[in-house]
């Protein structure tokens, strides 16, 4: 087992294996929840609504998703790392692999996305993904690493995105 994997298993270990940890995966599973795609739709079509401005955001976050998802799909069928195991699981995972959080990937894109357009929102939409993230694993289905990765996976697109809205 490399450094990363022990790093990885014990951060689990620390936020799965203690008395508190059932009141602590109600709260993650309605943070997590907020992360789900259908939410990220009606934000998309009240956006919309909206007209302006809040369209090219809509644009730019639908550009970033249609980068994102395909490399997400990628990298989690190539790399295959199985989710935590022998730990307390709060949910059922949609599929084997961990290996970027796609939870933490979409918030992260969202996040990035929202906050070139909103600034002063940035501290808030920013923290929102770290806690979509965190509750990931504190859900049982992720390794810190995983959140890391997604993050990186979700704003790297985010950016790749607004770079070509500025030119």
Request: aromatic fraction near 10%.
């Amino acid at each position: 087992m490399n450094k990363i994997q022990q790093w990885d298993l014990r951060v689990c270990r620390l936020c799965l294996l203690h008395p508190y940890n059932r009141p602590q995966a109600r709260i993650s599973r309605a943070i997590s929840r907020t992360g789900d795609g259908p939410l990220y739709a009606v934000l998309a079509a009240l956006l919309w609504w909206q007209g302006g401005a809040q369209r090219e955001t809509v644009q730019i976050a639908v550009l970033a998703f249609a980068l994102e998802l395909p490399l997400y799909l990628l990298l989690k069928n190539a790399l295959k790392r199985q989710r935590p195991v022998g730990l307390p699981v709060f949910i059922t995972p949609s599929d084997r692999y961990s290996l970027p959080s796609g939870h933490t990937a979409a918030a992260f894109l969202m996040a990035t996305v929202l906050a070139a357009s909103f600034p002063l929102w940035a501290p808030l939409l920013f923290l929102w993904a770290m806690l979509v993230g965190a509750s990931r694993l504190l859900l049982g289905v992720h390794y810190l690493s995983d959140l890391v990765a997604g993050a990186l996976l979700g704003g790297g697109c985010a950016l790749w995105a607004l770079s070509g809205s500025q030119g």
